[in-house]
C-alpha cells in the first residue's frame, strides 16, 4: 500500500477556501486517491474520490496532477463544523484496501 | 437506511482481563472492516471480511486478538488476554464492494484498559 504525507495541522477562517496538499510518491497505476474527514468521537466518513485530473462534488474538488504523486482537497467556504481531521488514502482497487495515515487536523476560526 | 451499529460505546477493563466488540454493518454490505485508532493516529486496519471469510488479517495480533463473521452478516472482536496498549477506538466499518467502495464507518467502541 502506498504511504501518503499530509501536513500534521492547518488553521483557516470562516468563509475561506482551505487547500490541503497529500503526497503519495509510490502511488501504483491502479490506486485510487480517497480523502475521508473524521470529528471527535465518530467514524471517517467517505469525502471524494478520484484517479487523475479534477473531481467535483456537493462539498469537495479534488485535484490530481498528471503525474498523480500529489493531489489536493480543495473546501470552498469553510465553516466552523469543517473543523475535523482529513485523510489523504492511496489505493482501493485490490480489495479496497487503503492506508490512514494521520492525517492533516484542520481548525476553522471565526 | 441505518448506519453501521456498534456495541458497546464505551468499556473500560483491567489488564488481563477479556472484552468482546460487536458489529453490525449495513444491511447488503458484503465487506466488513475492523479498525483499530490509537489516539492522534489514524485508522489501522486489524482485519477485513468478504462475506463471511477473511480477506485481510496481517495486522491482527493474533495471539490475543480474535474475529469472527457469522453467516456473513454481524462480527465480533475480541481481546484475550487484553493488554495496557490495547487502549485504542475500535472501530466497525463496512463496504457495498471490495473494489474502490466507500467504507461507512461505525461510532466506535471506546476501550480503556487499566
Known amino acids: 500500500l502506498a504511504k501518503t504525507t499530509q501536513p500534521i495541522s492547518m488553521d483557516s477562517y470562516e468563509g475561506q477556501e482551505v487547500n490541503i496538499t497529500c503526497s503519495h510518491n509510490n502511488i501504483a497505476t491502479n490506486d485510487y486517491i480517497t480523502w475521508y474527514q473524521q470529528f471527535p468521537s465518530q467514524g471517517p466518513r467517505f469525502i471524494i474520490q478520484g484517479y487523475k485530473t479534477k473531481v467535483t462534488n456537493e462539498v469537495a474538488s479534488l485535484f490530481i496532477p498528471a503525474d498523480r504523486k500529489s493531489s489536493t482537497l480543495s473546501l470552498p467556504r469553510v465553516s466552523l463544523s469543517d473543523t475535523a481531521v482529513y485523510y489523504c488514502?492511496?489505493?482501493?482497487?485490490?480489495?479496497?484496501?487503503?492506508?490512514f495515515g494521520s492525517g492533516t487536523k484542520l481548525n476553522v476560526k471565526p | 437506511e441505518a448506519g453501521v451499529a456498534q456495541s458497546p460505546r464505551y468499556k473500560i477493563i483491567e489488564k488481563r482481563q477479556s472484552v468482546a466488540f460487536w458489529c453490525n454493518p449495513i444491511s447488503g454490505h458484503a465487506t466488513l472492516y475492523w479498525y483499530q485508532q490509537i489516539l492522534g493516529q489514524g485508522p489501522k486496519l486489524l482485519i477485513q471480511?468478504?462475506?463471511?471469510?477473511?480477506?485481510?488479517d496481517s495486522q491482527l495480533p493474533k495471539d490475543r486478538f480474535s474475529a469472527e463473521r457469522l453467516k456473513g452478516v454481524d462480527s465480533t472482536l475480541k481481546i484475550q488476554p487484553a493488554k495496557l496498549e490495547d487502549s485504542a477506538v475500535y472501530l466497525c466499518?463496512?463496504?457495498?464492494?471490495?473494489?474502490?467502495?466507500?467504507?461507512?464507518f461505525g461510532p466506535g467502541t471506546r476501550l480503556t484498559v487499566l
Open positions: 471480511f468478504q462475506n463471511n471469510g477473511v480477506v485481510d
Open positions: 488514502l492511496v489505493g482501493g482497487y485490490n480489495f479496497n484496501k487503503f492506508y
Open positions: 466499518a463496512s463496504s457495498l464492494d471490495t473494489r474502490l467502495a466507500e467504507q461507512f
